[in-house]
Every structure is written in structure tokens, then in C-alpha cells.
T-cell receptor, first 113, second 110 residues
Framework: NAGVIQTPRHKVTGKGQEATLWCEPI?????VFWYRQTIVQGLEFLTY????????DSGMPKERFSAQMPNQSHSTLKIQSTQPQDSAVYLC???????????FGSGTRLTVL | GQQVQQSPASLVLQEGENAELQCNFS?????MQWFYQRPGGSLVSLFY???GTKHSGRLTSTTVIKERRSSLHISSSQTTDSGTYLC????????????FGDGTQLVVKP
């Protein structure tokens, strides 16, 4: 069990460019969460999938952020036209269906210049 | 409003002292999870505790549903315990999601 895998570990983009972040949940886990973390804002919820279906995306900035889970083995978070304020550590987490322990990946540190 | 309130926001201990971290929640609980985060690191699960008391080494988690609180007790603290401790209120069984507290920043001095 390799745990939740996030790639890349670090990403640097220029203002206005697109960034795609990848997450591979633990095999067999049906729930996938995306969070972002900054020193100023702390841990912020972005979106949540269950059995690949989007359940709650209330934390997603609507205009430039999108998330997908095309199959059980990976989820992507795409940020279009990145802005400096998007700089953060983006964390993916997975758990078995419903109420079970949540496991986090190591995160992707996004820096927008 | 905020679903879960965590306290204290920060705590400084001398090595060997005990610590008690608290989370209070405003709604019915499915479960409470406690995490540890080293500076620059990711979140590591310490306990998944829907009710009662659980132990792991020097750590003890107690969730009291009726009182809408969960605590994390660290005994005989060590400098390596320094970091941020977060609690998370799991409401997925109520067709809701997981809500995190703001965390307690713990510093243990030698």
C-alpha cells in the first residue's frame, strides 16, 4: 500500500498559465477529497468525490478551478489562468466509503510567479 | 457558523509535561479524527474515534458525544511532538462532509 500519491510534488507556473494536479487514492478507497493549505488561510476544503461522483464542491473557486475523477484510480484538480493567490499546498485525501479514516497524500506545492 | 472549535490555538511545553487539546463541535457527531502535521509535512492520522477512549503510546483520544467534545491527551511530551494537531468532525454519515478545526500549534522545548 503506497498510500495516497500526489504528483507533481512541486509545480511552478507563471501567472495566467494552467496547472493540473494529480491524485491517486489508496486502492479500494471510494471517497476522495481535495484541500488546499496556506499559512494565512490554514486548511481549506475544496471538493469531495464519492464513488467518482462529485458530492460537494462548495469550496471550489468556481471560475478557474475544476476537479474530475474519471476512474477509481485517479482524480485531477485543474486551475486555469493561475494567479499568485493560488499559491498553496494542495492536498488530496482518500478513505473507504463513508465514515472511515482519512489518509492524506504528501501534497503538491504550487507556486505561481 | 463553524462546526468545530479547537483549543488552545497554541501551546508551549517543557519536555516531559502533559498536554490536553480540545475540540468542541456544534452538531451531531458521526466521528472525530485527530491528525498531526509536522512543519512542511502532510497530515498523519492519529485517531479515528467516534466515541469513547482510544490509546496509542503516549497519546489518548477521548470523544464524549453527549458533551459534544473530543480531546487529545499527550503525556510526557517530547521535542519531536512539536507540530500542529488538527481535529476533524466527520459528518459523512449525515450526508455532509468533514470539517476541520483550525489546529493547535504545539512547541515542546528541551
Amino acid at each position: 500500500n503506497a498510500g495516497v500519491i500526489q504528483t507533481p510534488r512541486h509545480k511552478v507556473t507563471g501567472k495566467g498559465q494552467e496547472a493540473t494536479l494529480w491524485c491517486e487514492p489508496i486502492s479500494g478507497h471510494s471517497a476522495v477529497f481535495w484541500y488546499r493549505q496556506t499559512i494565512v488561510q490554514g486548511l481549506e476544503f475544496l471538493t469531495y468525490f464519492r464513488n467518482q461522483a462529485p458530492i460537494d464542491d462548495s469550496g471550489m473557486p468556481k471560475e478557474r478551478f475544476s476537479a474530475q475523477m474519471p476512474n477509481q484510480s485517479h482524480s485531477t484538480l485543474k486551475i486555469q489562468s493561475t494567479q499568485p493567490q493560488d499559491s498553496a499546498v494542495y492536498l488530496c485525501a482518500s478513505s473507504a466509503l463513508k465514515a472511515e479514516t482519512l489518509y492524506f497524500g504528501s501534497g503538491t506545492r504550487l507556486t505561481v510567479l | 457558523g463553524q462546526q468545530v472549535q479547537q483549543s488552545p490555538a497554541s501551546l508551549v511545553l517543557q519536555e516531559g509535561e502533559n498536554a490536553e487539546l480540545q475540540c468542541n463541535f456544534s452538531t451531531s457527531l458521526n466521528s472525530m479524527q485527530w491528525f498531526y502535521q509536522r512543519p512542511g509535512g502532510s497530515l498523519v492520522s492519529l485517531f479515528y474515534n467516534p466515541s469513547g477512549t482510544k490509546h496509542s503510546g503516549r497519546l489518548t483520544s477521548t470523544t464524549v458525544i453527549k458533551e459534544r467534545r473530543s480531546s487529545l491527551h499527550i503525556s510526557s511530551s517530547q521535542t519531536t511532538d512539536s507540530g500542529t494537531y488538527l481535529c476533524a468532525l466527520d459528518l459523512r454519515n449525515s450526508n455532509n462532509r468533514i470539517f476541520f478545526g483550525d489546529g493547535t500549534q504545539l512547541v515542546v522545548k528541551p
